[in-house]
């Protein structure tokens, strides 16, 4: 409970000490802050940053979904080869199947018509014996038209020869049709089991044909199957491609719509450098030559509070003021250069949060710490590697926050170190002296 009251009470304290330098900023404000100026060029510039990432991701996976559709293409058409072949092998099946089907109803006729013909002979042959019977009862046993009276009623011995020879040769024609037709029978009942034989081997042809004909169904079925899934995958690539391509116009809208804005602010800054310069120019002049900055309002800097950015470095080609050497031909120059080598470190001049950290018009990549009460440091003509930094973060004075470039309009290797307060760019040897 202690603790917490202590530390309400240093929040109240900070907070009516940091609620009168507001008041103090308020009064003294009349530009637009740099610091918020450089913050919303900054967020604009890191927002067109994430929106070209997005537009790249979106590439790479459009071109990945559109690989992946080529390769499931491909597959489906292979299936479809594979499947079409399959449904001419089922369908020739069929028409072998439909052949031994009317082999075997052939075959089927021709085993009733031989039953017929079996049928046939056995009437014949019943009728045969029948007769054959009747004839050998009529002559040896039965009493009516009796054989030996055929004999006896012979006119003479040649006649009863005749007779008897007659009777003779019709019992032996008898016995012989009758063996004739048994002979025939046994061929037609031989045929017949032939016949049946070979319906036998069909109907079993035409299982092996039936069953060969389920395995390719089978088979045509699983490729059919296969080959949805790959419908499905497509149609799911297809759906992603579409749905990256529409996010993909809407960040590139975006991106144009941050360029634009970004421009917008660039032009903004540059209007206000211009009021700043026209400002210290008329306040230099009523001065007497007196320092732009030193008589607005008393300086809140110590001596000795503020770090060197390039500790070892301290010629300075062109100081603060208007510079008329070959780079600023007679301009405003809102900083101080400091010659280096490429990738001398730089170092923050004080506690600060960094507000931009990024691309810069004519000042290469550049650092803009904010550093409370009003004042704000920035740093110019680094390479986008040499930004060791970025947005958002805290910063210790003296801490190493990027190494020397020579980007943007710049001759040479160099540190172009400028400081603005409430909002107008002030000398920064203000901090030093
Ligand atoms: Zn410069």
């Known amino acids: 409970m202690g603790k917490r009251r202590r530390s309400l009470y240093i929040q109240q304290q900070t907070g009516r000490y940091l609620g009168g330098v507001a008041t103090a900023a308020l009064l003294m404000v009349s530009l637009p802050s740099p610091a918020t100026q450089a913050?919303?060029?900054?967020?604009?510039?890191?927002?067109?940053?994430?929106?070209?990432?997005?537009?790249?991701?979106?590439?790479?996976?459009?071109?990945?979904?559109?690989?992946?559709?080529?390769?499931?293409?491909?597959?489906?058409?292979?299936?479809?080869?594979?499947?079409?072949?399959?449904?001419?092998?089922?369908?020739?099946?069929?028409?072998?199947?439909?052949?031994?089907?009317?082999?075997?109803?052939?075959?089927?006729?021709?085993?009733?018509?031989?039953?017929?013909?079996?049928?046939?002979?056995?009437?014949?042959?019943?009728?045969?014996?029948?007769?054959?019977?009747?004839?050998?009862?009529?002559?040896?046993?039965?009493?009516?038209?009796?054989?030996?009276?055929?004999?006896?009623?012979?006119?003479?011995?040649?006649?009863?020869?005749?007779?008897?020879?007659?009777?003779?040769?019709?019992?032996?024609?008898?016995?012989?049709?009758?063996?004739?037709?048994q002979a025939d029978l046994e061929k037609?009942?031989?045929?017949?089991?032939?016949?049946?034989?070979?319906?036998?081997?069909?109907?079993?042809?035409?299982?092996?044909?039936?069953?060969?004909?389920?395995?390719?169904?089978?088979?045509?079925?699983?490729?059919?199957?296969?080959?949805?899934?790959?419908?499905?995958?497509?149609?799911?690539?297809?759906?992603?491609?579409?749905?990256a391509a529409g996010e993909l116009t809407t960040t590139l809208a975006q991106a144009q719509q941050m360029q634009a804005q970004i421009k917008q602010l660039q032009q903004q800054e540059a209007a206000r450098q211009a009021a700043a310069a026209a400002a210290a120019r008329a306040a230099s002049s009523a001065a007497g030559g007196a320092s732009s900055s030193g008589s607005s309002g008393g300086s809140p800097v110590q001596e000795g509070v503020w770090a060197w950015p390039l500790p070892g470095h301290s010629y300075i080609s062109t100081d603060y003021g208007f510079a008329n050497d070959s780079v600023h031909k007679g301009s405003f120059h809102d900083g101080i250069d400091i010659p280096a080598p490429l990738g001398t470190p730089i170092h923050a001049a004080g506690d600060g949060i960094v507000i931009a950290a990024g691309p810069a018009s004519g000042y290469g990549d550049w650092i803009v710490i904010d550093h409370g009460n009003g004042i704000a440091t920035f740093y110019g003509h680094m390479y986008p590697s040499g930004l060791l930094v970025s947005v958002g973060e805290h910063v210790r004075k003296g801490q190493v926050i990027a190494l020397v470039g020579s980007n943007g309009f710049s001759t040479g290797p160099h540190l172009h170190f400028g400081a603005s307060r409430n909002g107008a760019s002030v000398n920064p040897w203000t901090l030093y002296r």
């Open 39 to 181: 913050s919303g060029l900054s967020n604009a510039q890191q927002q067109l940053q994430q929106a070209n990432q997005r537009a790249e991701q979106l590439r790479q996976q459009i071109g990945a979904y559109q690989q992946q559709e080529a390769s499931l293409n491909q597959q489906i058409a292979h299936l479809d080869d594979q499947i079409n072949a399959k449904l001419q092998a089922i369908e020739q099946m069929a028409r072998q199947i439909n052949q031994t089907k009317q082999q075997i109803a052939q075959k089927k006729e021709a085993i009733a018509a031989k039953q017929h013909e079996i049928e046939a002979t056995h009437q014949r042959i019943a009728q045969r014996q029948q007769y054959l019977d009747q004839r050998l009862r009529a002559t040896y046993e039965d009493g009516t038209v009796s054989y030996l009276e055929v004999l006896f009623s012979a006119t003479s011995f040649s006649d009863f020869l005749t007779r008897l020879d007659q009777l003779t040769f019709i019992a032996q024609q008898d016995r012989t049709l009758l063996k004739e037709q």
């Open 188 to 243: 037609q009942q031989q045929q017949k089991a032939q016949l049946a034989k070979e319906q036998e081997q069909l109907v079993a042809a035409q299982d092996a044909l039936s069953q060969q004909q389920r395995q390719l169904v089978a088979i045509k079925d699983a490729l059919q199957q296969q080959q949805s899934e790959k419908r499905q995958q497509l149609g799911v690539a297809t759906r992603g491609r579409n749905l």
